[in-house]
């Protein structure tokens, strides 16, 4: 008896050190977001926030969405709904909002306010849904996100929005801290006041001290990462923070270095609050960010690019070299242009930041893992490279193509057992017109889509857009047979502006109506007028049996006036890939979904029984 006590009170001592790992997920806009590597230079700071928790610990789930504010990933149900579903008593939300809450039509305004303006002006409503006001609809949005966190479970933590790189005497200015009180729009007895100002110590229309009054009033930690980011920039001096930490030509999304930075700062002051202090380790020597690579699911013959960081600060000795191998399913560069199997570098200055990019190409299915070494002197750190390869043999081919040679735009082509349709939201199919090149072709046709209000009329495109808007857009769609899943191998089409340098866009695949697993496979800012791009993808897709992929390509004009009479044209769109039986764990969640089908095997074959029919996996019917 005494033997199985002690051995009780062991397993009971132990049992703090199996605890379960901690999720922290974090929310906020595109200075947050994840980014496709192989798509931009953009990178959010919760990309890399990961890399500074001890990962046996504690995991980030990073849910930032390029254009949200806070009303929009409240109410969207790929966001804030969705991400309920995956919090856990015991984990932590990172809030970080204000970028687009500021609004772009009218700033420091509710949107819904001026929308209800508009229609009691019979004026064009707003096709720009963003925009809170600091004193009212903002707070209102964090309090929510804070007390449906707490009532699973989870502690929510606000989080100050990074500053934009707005500098002006030797500091940041007012509006790059989110403080509007130099300009901003109200309404008051029906009446629109524009470009109205508050005095230098008056913070009535800062969403920062919106912010801090929120965390007082519930008891909620702030972080200020408002105030670490200014002292970053100020650190650096404005044309070396604007080089060396932000994308080019745009002083609100950082680069890889910025990201990096701010993540440090983030995890850093976490620290000092000492929220999951325990589990934070801001390193002084050379360290990868992320420390894991995990590609996931990939196609076999298909490349994969990733990258990782190499940094560190204060190091000793002061200068030194770095030398990379990598194993066989992998090649590595420092340029982005040659790849090879080894690589070398030298730092100097007891600092080291260096991005290392990594190809992963996989003959063979099945999980593979493979691993990127870094030495330099004693010192060896080890990046492991996780996927599962995915086979493409065997397969039925799909697709659907999209001319678009013409208004209205005609239904796709398609082949195989897929079905497609064509959608546009807050967007219009205005004309055709035959002034684009295409290298040394001239008078090439393409049909020009515009911005539109609800009903498909054309109305100016906003002021004052740096980001995508979620509720316009360009929406091709691709839905997998009801009993085959389809690994999509190629999405591509051709592009172009109208009238227009400005025209931007983002390319974003999701999935059903809700517009789920949202990715972004193609960016461009300031398009060349007249001149179409021929852009292809090669992404790991897989819809599920019975599921829609939707494609969307989401413009917005990056102009400080509304304008209209500017165009984004797009012809030649085409999702192709290969249709495949589904895997029995597939056909599983099908059933879970369609509770009426049933599933059972007859001679060594699935079948699938629906409304007393019988039916094989690619839809015959069995008599």
């Known amino acids: 008896m005494r033997k199985i006590f002690s051995l009780l009170a062991a397993l009971m001592l132990c049992l703090p050190m199996m605890q379960a790992v901690i999720k922290v997920h974090t929310i906020g806009d595109s200075t947050m977001a994840e980014y496709d590597e192989s798509t931009t230079d953009k990178r959010g700071w919760g990309m890399y926030l990961g890399s500074f928790f001890d990962p046996e610990f504690v995991t980030v789930n990073n849910k930032g969405k390029s254009g949200a504010d806070t009303r929009a990933f409240y109410t969207g149900a790929a966001y804030w709904p969705a991400l309920k579903n995956q919090m ?20 420091g305004m509710d949107n819904l306010e001026y929308a209800q303006y508009c229609a009691d002006k019979g004026l064009p409503a707003p096709t ?49 801290q989110h403080d509007l009180g130099d300009k901003f729009s109200k309404i008051e007895d029906g009446v629109l006041y524009e470009n109205q100002s508050l005095p230098a110590g008056d913070s009535a229309m800062s969403y920062v001290k919106a912010m801090k009054v929120v965390a007082a009033e519930k008891n909620v930690p702030f972080i200020d990462l408002t105030e670490a980011t200014r002292q970053i920039y100020l650190s650096y001096g404005e044309t070396q923070c604007l080089n060396l930490l932000f994308c080019t030509g745009d002083k609100t999304h950082t680069n890889a270095m910025g990201g990096n930075l701010i993540a440090r700062a983030a995890a850093d002051s976490l620290k000092t609050a000492g929220i999951l202090a325990d589990y934070i380790s801001i390193p002084t020597d050379i360290s990868a960010n992320p420390n894991t690579i995990e590609i996931g699911d990939t196609y076999c013959g298909v490349a994969q690019n990733k990258e990782f960081l190499l940094t560190g600060y204060g190091l000793d000795p002061k200068s030194g070299t770095v030398a990379l191998t990598a194993t066989a399913n992998l090649q590595i560069s420092l340029d982005k242009e040659t790849y090879a199997s080894v690589a070398t570098f030298a730092y100097s200055g007891g600092s080291l930041f260096q991005r290392v990019y990594v190809r992963a190409n996989y003959a063979e299915g099945g999980e593979q893992l493979d691993t990127v070494y870094a030495v330099s002197g004693e010192h060896i750190i080890a990046v492991p490279v996780n996927a599962n390869a995915l086979s493409l043999d065997g397969g039925a081919a799909v697709s659907a193509t999209w001319t678009i040679d013409g208004k209205p735009v005609p239904d796709a082509v398609i082949e195989g057992p897929v079905s497609a349709s064509f959608t546009m939201s807050n967007m219009m199919a205005a004309d055709t017109k035959a002034e684009f090149t295409d290298g040394d072709q001239t008078g090439i046709t393409m049909v020009r889509f515009h911005n539109s209000d609800a009903t498909g009329g054309k109305v100016a495109w906003p002021a004052g857009e740096i980001d995508e808007n979620a509720t316009r857009y360009l929406d091709f769609a691709l839905a997998a047979p009801a009993t085959m899943e389809v690994r999509i191998t190629g999405i591509s089409m051709d592009i172009a502006a109208h009238s227009t340098s400005t025209m931007c866009y983002h390319i974003n695949t999701g999935f059903g109506d809700g517009f789920t697993e949202v990715q972004t496979i193609a960016e461009k800012v300031n398009m060349t007028n007249l001149a179409i791009t021929h852009l292809a993808f090669t992404p790991t897709l897989t819809i599920p049996a019975g599921e829609t992929l939707h494609v969307r390509i989401l413009p917005w004009h990056n102009l ?17 890939g290969q249709a495949f039986d589904p895997s029995e764990q597939a056909i599983d969640q099908l059933l879970n979904r369609q509770s009426s089908n049933r599933k059972y095997i007859k001679d060594g074959h699935i079948l699938i029984l629906r409304a007393d029919h019988t039916y094989t996996l690619q839809g015959q019917e069995v008599k």
């Open 128 to 176: 720009d849904a963003r925009g809170t006001n600091p004193q009212t609809t903002y707070r209102d949005m964090l309090r929510a996100f804070i007390d449906e966190a707490r009532a699973l479970g989870v502690t929510p933590v606000l989080v100050g929005p990074i500053c934009r790189a707005y500098f002006q005497g030797g500091d940041i200015k007012r509006n790059g």
């Open 560 to 576: 400080g006036e509304a304008k209209s009479g500017k165009y984004i044209c797009v012809k030649n769109v085409v999702i192709s």
């Open 88 to 107: 856990s008593a015991g984990d932590y939300l990172l809030i970080q909002f204000a970028h687009n809450d500021e609004g772009t039509v009218t700033y």
